[in-house]
Structure formats: C-alpha cells, structure tokens
DNA sequence: TGCGAAATCGTACAATGTACGATAGATTGG
DNA sequence: CCAATCTATCGTACATTGTACGATTTCGCA
C-alpha cells in the first residue's frame, strides 16, 4: 500500500496539491489552444509540437498537464459535449412547439461551426466521463420528450419506449444532417440549409406520430 | 511543351501501353490489399509500407500505380461507392413497399459490415467520379420516390420537388443511423438494432407524408 | 536555508509519407 | 538480332510525427 503520509482522512481539493494549483487552468489553457488549432486548421495540424509552440512551451510539457495526444484529444472531446449541450439549451427550452426548431437549431450550428470538433466527438473512443456528458443531453430530451407525451394519452412503459423513441429519431436525424452538411455531401439536395432543416424537423420532430 | 514523339492521333487504349498493360489490374490488386487492411486493422494500420508489404514489393512501386497516400485513399472510396451502390440494389429494387425496408437494410448492412470504410467515403475529398457515383445513387432513389408519387397526384415542379424532400429524409436518416451505430453511440437507445431500423423506416420512409 | 519533489524540455528513437536516383528489365527502331 | 531508350522497381534519405528518458531547473515546505 502506499504510505501516504499524513492521511488527514481529508483529501485536499486538488489532491496531492496538483501541480503548483495552477494545474487544471493550464490544462485548460492546452485545451483551448488545441480546440483552435483544430477550428482553423483542422485534426491534423494538432500536434503535439504545434501546440507547444502556441503557448511558447516545449513539446513534452503537455505530457504534465494532458495524457498524450489522446489525452488531448479526451479533452476537446469533452469541452466539444459541454459546448454542445450548452450551446443547445441557449434560447430554446424544448418546451413550446417552436422549441424543438431552436434546439435543433442549435445543435446543426454548432456542428456546422465546429466541423472538426464534432467529427472528432463522434469519431474518438468515448471516456466515462463523455458517455455521461452525451446521455445527460440525450436525457434531457428524452425528459422533454416524456413530458410533452404524457399530456397525450401515453402513459407508463408505454410512454417511455414511445418517448425514446421519438427522441432518437430526433437525434438520428440531426445528426445525419450535421454530417452529411459537415462532409459537404448534400449539394445532392438543392435548396438552402435552413428550408431543409426546417422541412426535415417537420417530419421528424418528436411530436409527430 | 511534351515533344510526344509519333502522335498518331488515335491515343491508344491505354494510352502509352500503360504499365505492360497490367496496370489496371494491379492498381485494382493494391486497392484491394489496403481494403482488406482497412477492414481488419483500421485507416493508421494502411500505410504504404503495410500494403507493400502485404504485396511483397517496395514501398515506392506503389507509386507507379496510385498516386500516393492520397490516391490509395481515393481508390478506397471509389471502390466503396461501388459496392455500396451494388449492395444497395441486392434483392431490393425499391418497387414494392417492403423495398424500401430491404434498401434500407443493404445500406445500414453495407455501413455496418464496413465501417471504417464508410467512414472513410464520407470524411475523405471526394473526386469527381466519387460525386458521379454517389450523385448516381441517390439519383436512382430519387427516380424510384418519383415513380410512387406521381401515382399520388403530385405533377410536375411539386413531384421533383416533394420527391427530392422524401429522398432526402430517407438518406438523411439512414446516413445518420449508420454512423450512431458505427461509432458506437447508440447505447442510449435501448433495445436492438433491427428494431430501430423498422422503427425508424416507418417513421421516414419516402411514402409517408 | 536546504532538501526533496515536481515541472520543464533537450535529445533520441521509431514510424510515417515520399522525393530522388540508381538499376534492371522490357520495348522498340534499325 | 542488337543497341538505344524508356519504364518499373526499390534502396536510401529526409522531414515530420508521437513520445520515452533523463538531466536540469524550479518550487514548496520544514
């Protein structure tokens, strides 16, 4: 076992005054700067060295703050579900008949804006912790959802499998826009994007049968 | 300029007497290598050097028949675009109600069984023959969702335009489906995959308004 | 103030794509 | 049938990548 030395009983905040306390802002630092790169110059220009020299460090002083590229990669990945979830709920609560246009919205620009973050957030082997991140949004509109649903005669087993459903229907949809958009394979369809959003969350919005 | 010596007028076949003329045979030979490659080992196991080895040839003789990394690529995607187009059409002309399920099924089955190349044909520039082909798929969707609803009453610019809508959703939806399931996001959703497919086909099948 | 731990980073190594040029072999003109 | 030319092959080399290692510097704390 280890010795642990004192052993307070009490773990400090940043356990093993992680370094100097400034640790988890320089980690966010790195984040930042790799979420940049890869916004302008995309995956393959995040390299370890790059991102060094943005911030005027040596290469191998990531590895203190990041677990190796993959690590860094964990950690756009994660900021990439935060900024997503928050980034849907902004303006739009899913709760009025309109909500379901500004929630969906939200997400294709946000795919559409962050390109190369949500190719990778949907490429890159998920930790735990962005498992969680991902359902808690999924969660948020199943609950939505279920609530709008329960006001329509569903109730039960019945509500809930009619409810998840419907939400990944949603979901699938969404996301199958965002790529296709993202990839640029949708001059097959002409007409802007937004009258196909649009004609698309008519026939797929949760409150359809 | 190129002095091209006996310019007869007529370039032959393969123009130059390419490669002892078995160049097109062994470009489809190297391109059926770093498939298998792909296919058991991921994109970062094809390297040149694999597949060369995987040929018993050097590295650099690749670059007579492909034009580098870059081409080797391509040659995937094209040939991808192919089968899935011919997958797609396997026992399923679209003509019959339970075609559209049977479409469906080809192309989530087509995704399914070949992910990293899916992913590959959907992330890599595509060339101007991947756009022929891919415009040539869904063109061949586009005619079939025609044919139904000009039996419903729909004519001339509300038949393209309707058509091209149902076609879109369906593809949306599909390609949306695949690359969940591909990347292992689906958990959310409980319940298995064949469910989902029925459920979501009924839900965005072309004839349903 | 001094000691131990932690952060920094120079160096080095393996793997990658690929440019270059030598070599061997095929093709062709006479 | 031979020599000249052209072409496929591939060994070598170089730039770029991630990162393991270890020396050195810097910091926290007693």
Chains 1, 2 share one sequence.
Not at 118 to 127: A, E, I, N, V
Not at 178 to 185: D, E, N, S, T, V
Request: charged share 25%; net charge neutral; aromatic share 8%.
């Amino acid at each position: 076992m280890t010795p642990t030395p004192p052993t307070t009983g009490i773990p400090k905040p940043t356990s093993k005054r992680w370094h100097r306390a400034g640790g988890e802002h320089r980690k966010e630092l790195i984040t930042q700067t790799a979420l940049r790169l890869l916004h302008q110059k995309g995956l393959d220009a995040v390299t370890m060295r790059a991102v060094a020299g943005k911030l005027g460090v040596g290469a191998m002083t990531l590895y203190t703050y990041v677990d190796g590229q993959n690590g860094l990669h964990r950690e756009m990945v994660r900021t990439g579900f935060e900024m997503l979830n928050q980034g849907c709920a902004e303006n739009s609560t899913l709760d009025t008949d309109e909500g379901w246009r500004g929630g969906a919205r939200n997400y294709l620009r946000f795919a559409m804006e962050n390109p190369n973050l949500y190719k990778l957030m949907f490429d890159h082997f998920m930790s735990d912790e962005d498992k969680d991140l991902l359902h808690g949004g999924f969660q948020h509109l199943f609950d939505k959802v279920k609530g709008r649903l329960s006001c329509e005669g569903y109730e039960g087993e019945n509500l809930d499998r009619e409810s998840r459903a419907r939400a990944g229907r949603f979901w699938i949809a969404l996301h199958g826009l965002a790529m296709l958009a993202i990839a640029g394979r949708l001059v097959v369809l002409e007409g802007g994007l937004d009258e196909l959003i649009d004609d698309l969350l008519i026939h797929v919005a949760p409150d359809r049968a």
